[in-house]
T-cell receptor, first 113, second 114 residues
Framework: QKEVEQNSGPLSVPEGAIASLNCTYS??????FFWYRQYSGKSPELIMS????GDKEDGRFTAQLNKASQYVSLLIRDSQPSDSATYLC?????????????FGPGTRLSVLP | GAGVSQSPRYKVAKRGQDVALRCDPI?????LFWYQQALGQGPEFLTY????????KSGLPSDRFFAERPEGSVSTLKIQRTQQEDSAVYLC????????????FGPGTRLTVL
């Protein structure tokens, strides 16, 4: 059973602070990793993807991947109230046909003005 | 361009009724996924199509669930003899290529079984 784990939160940070979201996964053969943002009542939207160990930055977002530790994180700098949402970690552990997305339960982030 | 659309957006069914949920993926997208998302949980994989071929249906929870994509575009998820535990949001997502990593989600269908 492939699993993706996240702290459910809520994680509360003040406006302007750095929010740190963490995710671990069980399938060591996983190749690609994603962070989705989901506002209440809306569908998930992709904010970051990462494939190699290390950091990947995109604006205020930085994804970090450590395959040896089976760990993915997302940092949000200068957090804004509009960042308040549930953040879903997803892993593609696909093999033969390339597609096997497993989502974590999500971490609810609240950015306080 | 148009994104992924799903219909109906909301569906209320009495226990035991059959329901059909429709997904219109982005035009030309090869990959199509169905997910079930219970309240407060992440999406759970149900099934995957590559064009009209259903390559993975390992996530379908029972034989009451059936999905098809006969012409490789529109897909329908059918649930027979609905039960209360089927109440959830059903999400459809599509992707450009065969081994696409980027999925584009539709708005979902919220199914409530009374």
């Amino acid at each position: 059973q492939k699993e993706v784990e996240q702290n459910s939160g809520p994680l509360s940070v003040p406006e302007g602070a750095i929010a740190s979201l963490n995710c671990t996964y069980s399938d060591r053969g996983s190749q690609s990793f994603f962070w989705y943002r989901q506002y209440s009542g809306k569908s998930p939207e992709l904010i970051m993807s990462i494939y190699s160990n290390g950091d990947k930055e995109d604006g205020r977002f930085t994804a970090q991947l450590n395959k040896a530790s089976q760990y993915v994180s997302l940092l949000i700098r200068d957090s804004q109230p509009s960042d308040s949402a549930t953040y879903l970690c997803a892993v593609n552990a696909g093999r033969d046909y390339g597609q096997n997305f497993v989502f974590g339960p999500g971490t609810r982030l609240s950015v306080l003005p | 361009g148009a994104g992924v659309s799903q219909s109906p957006r909301y569906k209320v069914a009495k226990r035991g009724q059959d329901v059909a949920l429709r997904c219109d993926p982005i035009s030309g997208h090869v990959s199509l996924f169905w997910y079930q998302q219970a309240l407060g949980q992440g999406p759970e994989f149900l099934t995957y199509f590559q064009n009209e071929a259903q390559l993975d249906k390992s996530g379908l929870p029972s034989d009451r669930f059936f999905a098809e994509r006969p012409e490789g575009s529109v897909s329908t998820l059918k649930i027979q003899r609905t039960q209360q535990e089927d109440s959830a949001v059903y999400l459809c997502a599509s992707g450009v290529g065969t081994y696409t990593d980027t999925q584009y989600f539709g708005p979902g269908t919220r199914l409530t079984v009374l």
